[in-house]
């Protein structure tokens, strides 16, 4: 009897007939040696993504390479099959395909440490040196580390680039790409706030004349060597709504769509564009860029890479379309909230056909996609819920670290400016943490008990009537977004009162935090220095502005929030970073503010109120606290006392300790923490789920007593 192996690129091999795959003798020998088994695979085509269950007896590369098969001639199945006298026609071209992938794969597999070391590191070090080893266009030098990471992006071709926030990835990564002779066409995907950086960079290496901005699909067919995209142009499809009658200039749009169908009376599906007879609501739709993307591109690179940790996103979908040989990922937060955020990022990074394996039971995650996804999160990810508030349940969001780290050896290139070898490269000061507690005017007690107890009202009687529905076996929905509609609210009431309907207007003494800036402004424009404030609200930012502008003859206020236009930010961030403009505070929204802008005249940073996301606020402060900074910034933490604030914080130093032993190893240091508190209280530790962290707030309290020293 002969059998034909076929090869799949991608897979591995298989037998080509399904007489043959059929065969009882067949599914016998291969189920001696596990090679027949359901493989639950996930596509990913330009983006888009589709289940399917298909039988087949692959004998897949993952598996073997699992397995440390050395030949494949020496599988279980192959001799089985040859044992029963079948003959197979194929073995020598598989067994020379399967060498060259288990060279891939060896290679792939060995850490960056060990790698650093080899000849083919030295090789690929001599062609960034060549072209990049002197003086720089701009005078400048690279520093060894970039060097490093430059070199690792040409001789391993994948790369998650987590240099810390202000050490340079946006350099070292143009480096490293136009270095390799092979990336003729380069893609490079990035926030349209951070062009600026992008087009700096290119100007300061000599590459001013070899970049193109895509903004339609005619523009991927450029001659030129590098390829800027925004995520929005890259991801987002554009739709123009029809007019909603002849008469009115009024349009249709996502959240205002008709109740019936003006063509045949239906009532109108939610969330749909199209009616059942046909009737539509657009009147012209233009396709995200991605959906014209060909095989040209040699390299691609992701900025904030951070951003595509959600599957569902089109954002994700649009990047895991990219299929290119090289691929670099940059972001100085890989992991914002835990371990699981980093299952995306790398699964681009590693390549479709790449699958993640349990390390406690031995098993093979079974599918890629969302399935893979919740695999990953259940082994790496830690617990799923703790208390939020009680400092006692300081839970790790991280599990079977060594797995873990062992993966992110082989792919990511890891620096942070509290390195020795850093910090004597970069000099970059340590800055000094002050985490303030400050007291509640009479006022604004009377305003956060209102609003407190309004909250607490609207949640019981939302239990109440779940409880009814539960009891009728009826669904009773009470959204995330209502919840987190009434959490802002607090917020607000904690940090910007006066904007509050109910505020005292006549109280006579100012708000505590707004009393602690100008004070702070005094100090500072006495000493002739700048400084930055964040906040996480549009609303606090305009207000601060406006407040505090004109407060110090001399000593000017701007303020940038996403409204904010492009050129009128480019404006004030130039004005902040002259020392002899008198632009010397800059209040931003955490959301605009945090990434990408070198803000280094700063020497002092205030954080106004805080955000959920505990790497946004290192994000932040790293404005001022990066790369060109030759003085001690001083970064002030503001906490009202008996508030949310605290609750946030106990949430930003739960979510802190967890990533920071997911990816640099160590945890948050809790007794440094506490020698930087000033004022009474304190904050304990917890996790996040929006309804959960209202729940237990309110059960709780936020009061300082309730909460346990920390240290």
Same mark, same amino acid.
């Given at each position: 009897?002969?059998?034909?192996?076929?090869?799949?690129?991608?897979?591995?091999?298989?037998?080509?007939?399904?007489?043959?795959?059929?065969?009882?003798?067949?599914?016998?020998?291969?189920?001696?040696?596990?090679?027949?088994?359901?493989?639950?695979?996930?596509?990913?085509?330009?983006?888009?993504?589709?289940?399917?269950?298909?039988?087949?007896?692959?004998?897949?590369?993952?598996?073997?390479?699992?397995?440390?098969?050395?030949?494949?001639?020496?599988?279980?199945?192959?001799?089985?099959?040859?044992?029963?006298?079948?003959?197979?026609?194929?073995?020598?071209?598989?067994?020379?395909?399967?060498?060259?992938?288990?060279?891939?794969?060896?290679?792939?597999?060995?850490?960056?440490?060990?790698?650093?070391?080899?000849?083919?590191?030295?090789?690929?070090?001599?062609?960034?040196?060549?072209?990049?080893?002197?003086?720089?266009?701009?005078?400048?030098?690279?520093?060894?580390?970039?060097?490093?990471?430059?070199?690792?992006?040409?001789?391993?071709?994948?790369?998650?680039?987590?240099?810390?926030?202000?050490?340079?990835?946006?350099?070292?990564?143009?480096?490293?790409?136009?270095?390799?002779?092979?990336?003729?066409?380069?893609?490079?995907?990035?926030?349209?706030?951070?062009?600026?950086?992008?087009?700096?960079?290119?100007?300061?290496?000599?590459?001013?004349?070899?970049?193109?901005?895509?903004?339609?699909?005619?523009?991927?067919?450029?001659?030129?060597?590098?390829?800027?995209?925004?995520?929005?142009?890259?991801?987002?499809?554009?739709?123009?709504?029809?007019?909603?009658?002849?008469?009115?200039?009024?349009?249709?749009?996502?959240?205002?769509?008709?109740?019936?169908?003006?063509?045949?009376?239906?009532?109108?599906?939610?969330?749909?564009?199209?009616?059942?007879?046909?009737?539509?609501?657009?009147?012209?739709?233009?396709?995200?860029?991605?959906?014209?993307?060909?095989?040209?591109?040699?390299?691609?690179?992701?900025?904030?890479?951070?951003?595509?940790?959600?599957?569902?996103?089109?954002?994700?979908?649009?990047?895991?379309?990219?299929?290119?040989?090289?691929?670099?990922?940059?972001?100085?937060?890989?992991?914002?909230?835990?371990?699981?955020?980093?299952?995306?990022?790398?699964?681009?990074?590693?390549?479709?056909?790449?699958?993640?394996?349990?390390?406690?039971?031995?098993?093979?995650?079974?599918?890629?996609?969302?399935?893979?996804?919740?695999?990953?999160?259940?082994?790496?990810?830690?617990?799923?819920?703790?208390?939020?508030?009680?400092?006692?349940?300081?839970?790790?969001?991280?599990?079977?670290?060594?797995?873990?780290?062992?993966?992110?050896?082989?792919?990511?290139?890891?620096?942070?400016?509290?390195?020795?070898?850093?910090?004597?490269?970069?000099?970059?000061?340590? !800055?000094?943490?002050? #985490?303030?507690? +400050?007291?509640?005017?009479?006022?604004?007690? =009377?305003?956060?008990?209102? *609003? $407190?107890?309004?909250?607490?009202?609207?949640?019981?009687?939302?239990?109440?009537?779940?409880?009814?529905?539960?009891?009728?076996?009826?669904?009773?929905?009470?959204?995330?977004?209502?919840?987190?509609?009434?959490?802002?609210?607090?917020?607000?009431?904690?940090?910007?009162?006066?904007?509050?309907?109910?505020?005292?207007?006549?109280?006579?003494?100012?708000?505590?935090?707004?009393?602690?800036?100008?004070?702070?402004?005094?100090?500072?424009?006495?000493?002739?220095?700048?400084?930055?404030?964040?906040?996480?609200?549009?609303?606090?930012?305009?207000?601060?502005?406006?407040?505090?502008?004109?407060?110090?003859?001399?000593?000017?206020?701007?303020?940038?929030?996403?409204?904010? !236009?492009?050129?009128? #930010?480019?404006? +004030?961030?130039?004005?902040?970073?002259?020392? =002899?403009?008198?632009?010397? *505070? $800059?209040?931003?929204?955490?959301?605009?503010?945090?990434?990408?802008?070198?803000?280094?005249?700063?020497?002092?940073?205030?954080?106004?109120?805080?955000?959920?996301?505990?790497?946004?606020?290192?994000?932040?402060?790293?404005?001022?606290?990066?790369?060109?900074?030759?003085?001690?910034?001083?970064?002030?933490?503001?906490?009202?006392?008996?508030?949310?604030?605290?609750?946030?914080?106990?949430?930003?130093?739960?979510?802190?300790?967890?990533?920071?032993?997911?990816?640099?190893?160590?945890?948050?240091?809790?007794?440094?923490?506490?020698?930087?508190?000033?004022?009474?209280?304190?904050?304990?530790?917890?996790?996040?789920?929006?309804?959960?962290?209202?729940?237990?707030?309110?059960?709780?309290?936020?009061?300082?007593?309730?909460?346990?020293?920390?240290?």
């Amino acid at each position: 009897m002969k059998m034909k192996l076929k090869t799949n690129k991608n897979e591995g091999f298989a037998f080509q007939n399904k007489e043959d795959l059929n065969s009882n003798l067949i599914q016998l020998s291969l189920l001696s040696s596990v090679g027949l088994h359901k493989h639950y695979h996930m596509e990913l085509l330009r983006g888009s993504t589709r289940d399917r269950r298909r039988k087949k007896s692959y004998l897949t590369y993952d598996l073997l390479h699992h397995e440390n098969v050395e030949s494949i001639k020496e599988q279980g199945a192959i001799k089985t099959l040859q044992n029963y006298g079948v003959e197979i026609e194929g073995l020598d071209e598989a067994e020379r395909i399967y060498q060259i992938q288990k060279k891939r794969h060896d290679f792939m597999g060995i850490p960056l440490a060990t790698y650093i070391d080899s000849e083919h590191f030295n090789k690929a070090k001599e062609k960034v040196l060549a072209k990049y080893g002197g003086i720089l266009p701009d005078g400048s030098n690279l520093f060894s580390y970039q060097v490093e990471c430059a070199s690792l992006i040409v001789g391993r071709r994948r790369l998650l680039n987590a240099l810390d926030m202000g050490l340079g990835k946006t350099r070292t990564t143009i480096v490293g790409l136009t270095s390799d002779p092979r990336n003729k066409k380069i893609l490079i995907v990035t926030m349209s706030r951070n062009f600026c950086d992008w087009e700096n960079e290119f100007k300061s290496l000599g590459l001013a004349d070899e970049y193109v901005i895509l903004k339609k699909p005619m523009d991927m067919k450029s001659k030129k060597r590098i390829h800027l995209v925004s995520y929005e142009s890259w991801a987002d499809e554009t739709i123009k709504f029809r007019k909603k009658d002849n008469k009115s200039n009024k349009r249709y749009g996502k959240k205002d769509l008709p109740y019936r169908c003006p063509a045949c009376s239906r009532i109108w599906n939610e969330d749909k564009y199209f009616c059942e007879c046909g009737e539509t609501v657009i009147e012209k739709r233009k396709k995200a860029l991605y959906k014209y993307l060909d095989k040209s591109y040699d390299a691609a690179a992701i900025d904030e890479g951070h951003f595509i940790k959600n599957g569902e996103t089109a954002r994700c979908k649009s990047i895991m379309a990219i299929k290119t040989k090289t691929r670099v990922l940059l972001s100085g937060t890989p992991a914002e909230n835990g371990a699981s955020d980093l299952f995306w990022p790398l699964a681009w990074l590693m390549g479709d056909s790449h699958h993640f394996w349990n390390k406690v039971d031995l098993t093979k995650f079974e599918a890629y996609g969302n399935f893979g996804k919740r695999c990953f999160n259940h082994v790496y990810g830690g617990v799923s819920k703790v208390a939020l508030v009680d400092s006692s349940s300081i839970s790790k969001r991280t599990s079977n670290e060594k797995a873990l780290w062992a993966m992110q050896d082989i792919i990511m290139y890891r620096k942070l400016k509290k390195d020795p070898e850093i910090e004597r490269t970069i000099r970059v000061p340590k !800055p000094t943490h002050i #985490r303030l507690h +400050l007291e509640q005017t009479d006022a604004e007690k =009377e305003l956060y008990k209102k *609003v $407190l107890a309004d909250f607490s009202q609207w949640y019981n009687e939302t239990l109440r009537q779940r409880k009814l529905a539960s009891s009728r076996e009826e669904s009773y929905k009470s959204t995330t977004i209502e919840i987190c509609g009434w959490l802002d609210k607090l917020r607000l009431a904690a940090s910007c009162p006066w904007i509050h309907e109910d505020y005292a207007k006549n109280a006579v003494v100012p708000p505590s935090k707004l009393t602690f800036i100008r004070e702070k402004m005094q100090q500072e424009a006495r000493l002739k220095r700048k400084m930055l404030i964040f906040t996480a609200h549009k609303k606090t930012c305009e207000e601060l502005g406006s407040l505090l502008d004109a407060y110090i003859p001399g000593y000017e206020v701007g303020y940038i929030h996403g409204g904010v !236009p492009m050129s009128r #930010r480019f404006e +004030l961030l130039t004005r902040f970073q002259d020392e =002899e403009d008198p632009l010397s *505070v $800059l209040i931003m929204t955490m959301k605009t503010g945090a990434e990408s802008y070198t803000l280094t005249q700063a020497k002092s940073v205030i954080l106004h109120d805080l955000d959920y996301n505990a790497k946004k606020i290192e994000q932040c402060y790293s404005r001022a606290v990066r790369l060109g900074q030759k003085e001690v910034v001083e970064i002030t933490w503001l906490i009202s006392v008996d508030t949310i604030d605290a609750n946030m914080h106990s949430l930003i130093l739960s979510k802190q300790s967890s990533v920071d032993l997911a990816i640099d190893r160590q945890e948050l240091d809790f007794a440094q923490v506490a020698k930087e508190f000033e004022g009474q209280g304190i904050s304990g530790v917890g996790s996040l789920d929006y309804e959960e962290f209202a729940k237990e707030m309110l059960s709780r309290g936020t009061s300082r007593n309730q909460y346990e020293n920390v240290g």
